[in-house]
């Protein structure tokens, strides 16, 4: 069974670089694409980008200029970076892998 | 981008009915179309992948059909814990893109 933890920062203040990570255990990056997602509170699910086992990356327009992607294939962990966060990058930030293992979603709040 | 139309947005049924959630797609996407469901404070939960493959696990109330562009989740008997948030995800073309949600309320 493929367990999915991620952590990082819950509250920052405007112009900060948000920072997460997520570890699989029990499984393994290769052969799947991983991604992270956010959800707005009370809104809907957003797709940010995903990274592959050779570090291969796709990024949402919308974020495009403002987010890094990377994967650390010897410790199975890949990790989001967010530059110049906003009160609007204010969600739960979700990593998954293959789209069936999700981790437990992290509340990043950005507040003066 | 790709848009998942969702329909429909919310809607109330009661314990043993039969209902279907519908997603079109803006265009092709082949059958690279997951359904989610997802409870208040918990991360989704992949239900379908392919459009109409049961992931080991998920009961077998739930089921996909695809039809072009038009993909259909139905739950054939609903159970109390199948009252939640559903989504559907295109995953053929980059950006992926998410339909807005279906939330399944009891009647």
């Known amino acids: 069974q493929v367990q999915v933890q991620q952590w990082g920062a819950g509250l920052l203040k405007p112009s900060e670089t948000l920072s997460l990570t997520c570890a699989v255990d029990g499984g393994s990056l290769g052969g799947y694409y991983w991604s992270w997602i956010r959800q707005p509170p009370g809104k809907g699910l957003e797709w940010i980008g995903d990274?592959?086992?050779?570090?291969?990356?796709n990024y949402n327009p919308s974020l495009k200029r403002r987010v890094t992607i990377s994967a650390d294939m010897s410790r199975n962990q890949f990790s989001l970076k967010l530059n110049s966060v906003t009160a609007a990058d204010t969600a739960v930030y979700y990593c998954?892998?293959?789209?069936?293992?999700w981790g437990q979603g992290i509340l990043v709040t950005v507040s003066p | 981008d790709i848009q998942m139309t969702q329909s429909p947005s919310a809607m109330s049924a009661s314990v043993g009915d039969r209902i279907t959630i519908t997603c079109r797609a803006s265009q092709y996407i082949s059958n690279h179309l997951d359904w989610f469901q997802q409870k208040p404070g918990k991360a989704p939960k992949r239900l379908i992948y392919a459009s109409s493959t049961l992931p080991s696990g998920v009961p077998s109330r739930f089921s996909g059909r695809a039809s072009g562009t038009e993909f259909n989740l139905t739950i054939s008997s609903l159970q109390p814990e199948d009252f939640a948030t559903y989504y559907c995800?295109?995953?053929?073309?980059?950006?992926?893109?998410f339909g807005r949600g279906t939330k399944l309320e009891i009647k």
């Open positions: 990274v592959n086992h050779s570090g291969s990356t």
């Open positions: 998954t892998t293959g789209w069936a293992s």
């Open positions: 995800l295109q995953h053929n073309t980059y950006p992926y893109t």
